[in-house]
């Protein structure tokens, strides 16, 4: 278990090195999302949102409304960009000095998982916490189921991460996974429209993606103050989702492994 934690913290200080290098890089980090969210935001603002058939959007909470799901995309969002720069591990050979050394992979991907999240997730939410906030009373949130909730989201996001980090490593050419699992989450997992008015084929895309399930129920919990009870499907289904990468992520990395000892060749895919 230590060895574990050890080389979990390795590969975050790795991480941290090679892509946080510069106070430069939060700059862009924060501007990215805060422009998504300022462009959401306007795009909507002209429509009679009074009128929408969704119990937890009107026109006095859309600011919050879409702020959540732009933090909560932020999460999930950064946990993407790594697993495809983790990728390239593949190409600078670093990767095979990871397999060739006795580490457990499974704590070079959590630590690379968990160093990405928090390096980028922070600014952004500086700026969502200041915007609470000065809006709070337009919240209506219920404390308890709040935190579990978002620790649900948080812990959902790391798994999404550790899954993407374990695929990307043995693809042949990893860019077109971060293409269709960059945008599309965007828009089908309700950031800026919920997911209640989409059209049944958009709904059925939407179910893929962990985000859905987590940003439905935060914004329940923040805007109308669903309790534990109510939110009590979202924390079954989050359970089995996260239990379900988790035993995704052990059967890649796995799968790679054996591949490269059969094969001598890191490319799977």
Avoid at 65 to 74: A, K, V, W
Avoid at 183 to 208: D, H, N, R, Y
Avoid at 243 to 264: D, R, S, Y
């Amino acid at each position: 278990m230590i060895n574990f934690f050890k080389a979990m913290k390795a590969e975050m200080l790795k991480q941290h090195k090679v892509y946080f290098h510069s106070k430069v890089i939060y700059v862009s980090l924060f501007i990215w999302p805060v422009l998504s969210f300022i462009s959401a935001y306007f795009s909507f603002k002209p429509f009679n949102i009074g009128s929408s058939t969704v119990s937890y959007l009107n026109g006095k909470n859309l600011l919050i409304f879409i702020l959540l799901g732009y933090i909560c995309m932020s999460f999930f969002r950064s946990l993407v960009q790594s697993a495809w720069n983790f990728s390239f591990e593949r190409i600078s050979g670093t990767l095979e000095y990871i397999y060739l050394s006795p580490v457990n992979r499974l704590a070079v991907i959590l630590g690379n998982a968990l160093s990405s999240l928090f390096e980028s997730v922070w600014v952004m939410a500086v700026f969502s916490i200041s915007i609470f906030i000065l809006k709070h009373q337009y919240l209506n949130i219920n404390i308890p189921a709040a935190i579990i909730t978002f620790l649900l989201m948080v812990l959902m996001a790391i798994m999404w991460g550790m899954l993407l980090n374990a695929l990307f490593l043995f693809s042949r050419d990893s860019g077109f996974l971060f293409t269709i699992l960059e945008e599309p989450m965007e828009i089908f997992s309700g950031v800026k429209v919920p997911t209640t008015i989409f059209p049944l084929w958009a709904k059925c895309i939407s179910l893929i993606f962990p985000l859905t399930y987590a940003l439905d129920a935060i914004r329940k919990v923040f805007l109308t103050g669903y309790n534990l009870g109510e939110v009590k499907s979202f924390i079954i289904c989050s359970i089995f989702i996260i239990l379900f990468m988790f035993i995704l992520i052990n059967v890649c990395l796995k799968l790679g492994e054996k591949h490269a000892k059969k094969t001598g060749n890191m490319t799977l895919f």
